[in-house]
């Protein structure tokens, strides 16, 4: 709390850009599900059904139509590159044209790329490129998408931690069904019919988002370049220690633990257990995030991100898991432990961020921070197959278990990190 009134907040007495008739939660609407709140919920519940669903149906998909580990590898680094490279002028864009119109863009943009994605399934992938090319739009569709999904929450819910847990649970939901249901279409040759339903999801993703009201939300001054709105928002990301100091751990993180995981974990489980096991795992996932979703809703600690932390301890169970030929049951058990050490970290970063920062800055403040930590996956995602074929399977497993375990310790025993305090709710 002390960080973020250090300084003034740029623009803070800039016009503001109205988005439509509405206004924020009143203290007379539920201090979570708000009219507002109901349609957002659906529209993000929609998209991460279909975000669940995508990396674990191209890579088993690629895999069962005989493409290697490298191939599945390189696929999730061209869905996530742009993502990571786009995110920041995202955030500038959110709050230039307001976080709900780029939002409604990228949920159309992704319902095209999907619909030519079943039919480049259905009919079978002649050249690469053509997949590489629609997840390339896939990534800059939620790059468009991410800076306003979390501003957004503010402005729909008195209770943001609340909201924030609720909203991790739909995650966990849609993680649970999402590559359960992804995994056994592929395991039935059937991929193109996963980017189907996601093509639907995303349509009602726009609706729902069409129909929201949220009033006038703040704006950068009149007249500002895009380069002075980037620079402004990286003042105010690197005024707060407590911040950054999350992104650089989390590079090394997303390098060498998160972003080899998928398509090293698949090229173990899918040949020897099956694509439906491996979705199945993965489901198990989104089991753990609900139940650590449905906790962080209540828990509220004074300070969350060192809670947040503690949790993250669980995450190299499943790593260590596949290292040790663990079976599918305890591999599954482990994915619950994990998602639960997850979810409450989601949920504690999500809140921390969206009630530190204020809301003028926090589109792109939120863009810095969602290119710094998920900037570096794609190199980590790129390199999982060149890795095991220089070092072996084990060895980049078990690099992902040290790392996510010095994560968690670093994030600890730093103390902007550790002591940072929550931001009591709005009356």
Not at 198 to 227: H, K, Q
Not at 309 to 321: E, R
Not at 324 to 334: C, K, M, R
Not at 348 to 367: C, D, F, K, Y
């Amino acid at each position: 709390m002390a960080e973020r009134l250090a300084e003034p907040t740029a623009g803070a007495a800039s016009p503001p850009a109205k988005d439509g008739p509405g206004g924020p939660p009143s203290s007379g609407e539920p201090a979570i599900w708000s009219r507002n709140f109901r349609h957002y919920f659906v529209a993000r519940s929609a998209g991460l059904l279909s975000w669940a669903m995508l990396p674990v149906a191209v890579a088993a998909g690629l895999l069962i139509d005989g493409y290697g580990v490298e191939t599945a590898g390189y696929s999730m680094a061209f869905l996530v590159a742009p993502f990571a490279g786009l995110v920041l002028f995202g955030g500038v864009l959110a709050d230039r044209f307001t976080a709900r119109r780029m939002m409604i863009i990228a949920d159309l943009a992704n319902l095209v790329a999907h619909v030519l994605l079943a039919l480049l399934f259905i009919h079978g992938i002649d050249h690469l490129w053509q997949l590489y090319a629609l997840l390339v739009v896939a990534g800059t569709a939620n790059a468009l998408f991410q800076p306003g999904a979390s501003s957004t929450v503010p402005l729909v819910s008195r209770d943001v931690q609340g909201a924030n847990g609720v909203l991790r649970t739909s995650e966990a939901v849609t993680g649970l069904g999402g590559p359960a249901l992804a995994g056994t279409l592929v395991g039935f040759g059937s991929t193109g019919w996963v980017m189907v339903i996601s093509a639907v999801a995303y349509g009602t993703s726009a609706v729902c988002l069409f129909v929201l009201r949220l009033g006038v939300v703040p704006a950068p001054p009149a007249g500002e370049s895009l380069w002075r709105n980037l620079a402004v928002g990286w003042h105010e990301f690197r005024a707060r220690s407590w911040l950054w100091g999350v992104i650089v751990i989390w590079m090394f993180y997303a390098v060498f633990a998160w972003g080899p995981q998928l398509s090293v974990a698949a090229g173990v489980i899918v040949p020897e257990h099956g694509a439906r096991s491996f979705g199945l795992i993965n489901a198990a996932l989104g089991a753990g995030t609900v139940a650590g979703g449905l906790l962080a809703i209540r828990y509220k600690p004074e300070r969350p991100l060192a809670a947040g932390a503690v949790a993250m301890l669980a995450y190299p169970l499943y790593p260590l898991g596949i290292l040790l030929g663990w079976p599918v049951w305890l591999l599954a058990a482990a994915q619950v432990a994990v998602g639960i050490g997850l979810g409450i970290w989601g949920v504690m970063w999500a809140t921390s961020v969206q009630t530190q920062v204020p809301g003028e800055m926090l589109n792109r403040i939120h863009a810095y921070e969602v290119a710094g930590s998920v900037g570096m996956y794609p190199i980590g995602s790129a390199l999982a197959g060149p890795a095991v074929g220089a070092f072996g399977t084990d060895r980049v497993l078990l690099v992902g278990v040290v790392v996510s375990c010095l994560a968690a310790v670093a994030l600890l025993a730093t103390r902007p990190i550790r002591s940072l305090r929550r931001v009591p709710d709005r009356a």
